[in-house]
């Protein structure tokens, strides 16, 4: 089992080489200058830079809610609370406390 774990994982790093290798290349060739106009002023940048930073934005995205989402199904996986637990034969019954006798209680 851990072997397929190592495996996964080495593919997962050899699909990102890969990405980030074309990512570069793609920024290499695409370093024109493009003016890009925005409500209230232009702005001149490449296109490659123009381009990346949303691909870096949404990644970022991506690895914070697979994050979030890790941490919420590990959260699951510890069970319900003392509180979240069904009233059974051992449950504490609501006590009378004006009425309580702490002579007659079997310890």
Not at 11 to 24: D, E, H, P, T, Y
Not at 27 to 43: G, K, Q, Y
Request: aromatic content about 8%.
């Amino acid at each position: 089992m851990a072997d397929l774990k190592k495996i996964a994982l080495s593919m997962q790093q050899l699909f990102l080489l890969i990405v980030v290798v074309a990512v570069v290349f793609f920024a290499f060739l695409n370093l024109d200058p493009v003016t890009i106009n925005l409500f209230f002023t232009t702005v001149t940048t490449s296109i490659a830079l123009l381009l990346l930073v949303p691909l870096a934005a949404g990644m970022l995205l991506g690895w914070l809610g697979g994050r979030l989402r890790g941490r919420k199904k590990e959260r699951s996986k510890l069970g319900a609370g003392p509180a979240e637990l069904p009233a059974g034969e051992d449950a504490v019954k609501d006590v009378d406390w004006e009425k309580l006798d702490l002579d007659k209680i079997e310890v």
